[in-house]
Nanobody, 125 residues
Framework: QVQLVESGGGLVQAGGSLRLSCAAS????????MGWFRQGPGKERELVAA???????????YYADSVKGRFTISRDNAKNTVYLQMNSLKPEDTAVYYC???????????????WGQGTQVTVSS
């Protein structure tokens, strides 16, 4: 079993930055795909960014069009932690952000195996 705990959310003004962290316990995450999802008010949960498990070619990443060029996903396998650096934040980025882990090498759908409880990000205009 994998436990995921997100941190780093909060209130920020438009144009500001936040870095979310997702600390895992229970298993080593190096062989898991990791993703960050978000669910805004009245909206469905959506995949924001994903990063693959390590392979001989390195890592693969995926970003939703709405965050490309602004958000960066990264992982530190030694710390069993995944990060989401969010820059140039917009009010429409306001949502609860969830970290997720999956046993596949890369996962860009919603069918992740393990989920955190979420952290609130609020961007004021």
């Amino acid at each position: 079993q994998v436990q995921l705990v997100e941190s780093g959310g909060g209130l920020v003004q438009a144009g500001g930055s936040l870095r979310l962290s997702c600390a895992a316990s229970g298993r080593t995450l190096s062989s898991y795909a990791m993703g960050w999802f978000r669910q805004g008010p009245g909206k469905e949960r959506e995949l924001v960014a994903a990063i693959s498990a390590i392979s001989w070619t390195g890592y693969s990443t995926y970003y939703a069009d709405s965050v490309k060029g602004r958000f960066t996903i990264s992982r530190d396998n030694a710390k069993n932690t995944v990060y989401l650096q969010m820059n140039s934040l917009k009010p429409e980025d306001t949502a609860v952000y969830y970290c997720a882990a999956d046993r596949r090498r890369i996962a860009t759908d919603n069918e992740y195996d393990y989920w955190g409880q979420g952290t609130q990000v609020t961007v004021s205009s």
